[in-house]
């Protein structure tokens, strides 16, 4: 897959809202995402280019507003630290695009204790065929 490399192509691609979370960092407000709510079996995929990022059965509910994962599907994501606001986060993006699809706290549930925290925009769910 050819992944778009400058502002232009991305803006062709994607809506203005994903445009601003996955390439230029944004965040969504909370408790927007209709993904909060989805509860089907199936995968979650970066809406930048496609990549398996989240399956269904590492989501669970957080109760911070944006769709929660415990972990990632091998090799999906990379992180990078975050000193943005004044404070010191995991910044968690497309391992494919490298687009910006939240943070990672350790704070999550077993059996990693971790809570990726991921804009919904910048997320796309396919359910799992019958």
């Known amino acids: 897959m050819d992944i778009p490399k400058n502002d232009e192509e991305w803006r062709t691609k994607l809506t203005p809202e994903q445009f601003h ?66 404070m010191e986060r995991v910044e968690v993006h497309c391992a494919h695009c490298k687009g910006h699809l939240g943070h990672v706290f350790e704070d999550g549930p077993r059996p990693t204790g971790l809570r990726y925290c991921m804009n919904g925009v910048s997320l796309d769910f396919e359910p799992e065929k019958p």
């Open 21 to 86: 979370v996955l390439r230029k960092h944004g965040t969504e407000r909370a408790g927007t995402s209709p993904l909060n709510s989805e509860h089907r079996a199936g995968i979650f995929r970066c809406a930048g280019c496609g990549t398996d990022l989240f399956g269904s059965d590492t989501k669970f509910d957080s109760g911070t507003g944006w769709p929660s994962f415990w972990a990632p599907k091998a090799d999906a994501v990379e992180t990078t630290t975050d000193r943005t606001l004044g």
